[in-house]
């Protein structure tokens, strides 16, 4: 059992990291990845495998300052809000499990909003670089 957790973990991981490369190209994929998850553990694993691909995002930004390093990062950040926007149904276990060490649902929603929102001057400068570089 063990290991089917762990090989769905590095599936989503993986699903996570292709939509990075450019999410618009495939809308339905993202949709997938923002719309309601069927189980807690789904819910759980695409949201840290979102929260793990913006921090390498954020990483690589910091490191190499190329567009779509910083691209990434804002894709991760508005995804990570529409999700949970889309999984408030799973407050209650995930607070069960993060709320002591971490944050409640709340906090982390309310804190990636307030990231969006403080971002976006500086996402919608990268988006359109980005859309300039990609013609």
Excluded at 60 to 83: E, G, L, P
Excluded at 101 to 118: C, H, I, M, P, S
Aim: a negative charge.
């Amino acid at each position: 059992m063990k290991n089917i957790k762990y090989l769905l973990s590095i599936l989503c991981l993986l699903v996570t990291s292709l939509i990075h490369a450019n999410t618009s190209a495939n809308p339905e994929l993202n949709k997938a990845i923002v719309s309601e998850q069927k189980t807690y553990q789904a819910f759980k694993e695409v949201f840290e495998s979102l929260v793990a691909s913006l921090m390498d995002s954020i990483a690589n930004t910091a490191q190499d300052d190329n567009i779509m390093s910083a691209h990434r990062r804002c894709v991760h950040q508005q995804q990570i809000v529409k999700m949970l926007l889309s999984n408030q149904k799973y407050k209650e276990p995930f607070d069960q499990e993060f709320a002591e060490d971490q944050r409640t649902f709340d906090e982390a929603l309310n804190g990636f909003k307030n990231l969006v929102t403080a971002m976006k001057p500086y996402c919608d400068k990268i988006q359109a670089e980005y859309d300039k570089n990609l013609n």
